[in-house]
T-cell receptor, first 115, second 115 residues
């Protein structure tokens, strides 16, 4: 079974600054997908960024980028130029393909962007 | 694309009552997932369907829980003889199975409170 750990329950960052959220996972699989999801207060969960384990290049989506270290089983999310709208819970998730594609989530990090 | 729709948004009931939630996935999505999220935690997988077939059930899904997707479109999740521990947000997600890269799209969830 896979496990996902987010060691930072809460973080805060000043508007326009950069923040990095940590995620580690444990698996014996070689092929898998990793995701970061954002859940704003009282709103639905939306996908921020995804990474395929067989790709060495780190994924980037505008202000969001990841640092994927496969050997270390680490998958951190960097948010650049933080905006007030980035305030949310952030969940790291693992997916093993070809087995239903269900997601295993970490416990989440609550990010507060301060003006 | 109207997104994943869940009904009701909130449900308050007394312990011992039965409750039923509904999820309408994105129309072209053939996979539908149910997750449970307790306060301050990440979502936990409960079950998933591909078309009308229920292909996987978590050990979290006790015999008081039953899910259906009779025509491969909307799904219902029923909890019988509710207990205090059933209080949680129940999230539905959908995706298409044509690629492992397809992300899951989440609904707003149904928040269940057991008195």
């Amino acid at each position: 079974a896979q496990t996902v750990t987010q060691s930072q329950p809460e973080m805060s960052v000043q508007e326009a600054e950069t923040v990095t959220l940590s995620c580690t996972y444990d698996t014996s699989e070689n092929n898998y997908y990793l995701f970061w999801y954002k859940q704003p207060p009282s709103r639905q969960m939306i996908l921020v960024i995804r990474q395929e384990a067989y790709k060495q290049q780190n994924a980037t989506e505008n202000r969001f980028s990841v640092n994927f270290q496969k050997a270390a089983k680490s998958f951190s999310l960097k948010i650049s130029d933080s905006q007030l709208g980035d305030t949310a819970m952030y969940f790291c998730a693992f997916m093993k393909p070809n087995a239903g594609n269900m997601l295993t989530f970490g416990g989440g990090t609550r990010l507060m962007v301060k003006p | 694309d109207t997104g994943v729709s869940q009904d009701p948004r909130h449900k308050i009931t007394k312990r011992g009552q039965n409750v039923t939630f509904r999820c309408d996935p994105i129309s072209e999505h053939n996979r539908l997932y149910w997750y449970r999220q307790t306060l301050g935690q990440g979502p936990e997988f409960l079950t998933y369907f591909q078309n009308e077939a229920q292909l996987e059930k978590s050990r979290l899904l006790s015999d008081r829980f039953s899910a259906e997707r009779p025509k491969g479109s909307f799904s219902t999740l029923e909890i019988q003889r509710t207990e205090q521990g059933d209080s949680a947000m129940y999230l539905c997600a959908s995706s298409h199975s044509d690629s492992n890269n397809q992300p899951q799209h989440f609904g707003d969830g149904t928040r269940l409170s057991i008195l």
